[in-house]
């Protein structure tokens, strides 16, 4: 398996070009169909883009929970990607690749409750921050 990273830029009309490189080394051939899956964590109106996105020609799919699948990562793995070795992880399948992400805390949140941190202007890190201490504010 090879990892090939590519920078590129949005033009004008929000349009991504993919290098011919990686086209090559996907077997991909004019006007065949691409998928773009990219993790994004919401909260309220507030969106953040992890900007870690995979591209396929299959179907990426987001692996649901089962109570009996088990999943084991090496702590060293986890800290390379600055993920807390306690974290709830979300992972997103597709042809030939498994990304692994930190799950976002405010997904466990209530909808109302979430708008209601909107409106009173609490930056959802700072709920996050919160819910990662079990609620205490003082770190103890």
Known sequence: MKIIE???TLD???RLTI???LSREMGLAAG???KLACAIGCAGSRCSAFKECVLTSGSPAVCRDNEDAELTLPHE???AADIPVDSDLEI???DGAVVILEADLLDALPDDL???FDELGIHPDTVREVMRKGGDTDGR
């Open 6 to 8: 590519f920078q590129s």
């Open 12 to 14: 004008r009309k929000g």
């Open 19 to 21: 290098p011919p490189q």
């Open 32 to 34: 065949d169909t691409v």
């Open 77 to 79: 793995l986890l800290e």
């Open 92 to 94: 997103i399948c597709g």
């Open 114 to 116: 979430r708008e209601l």
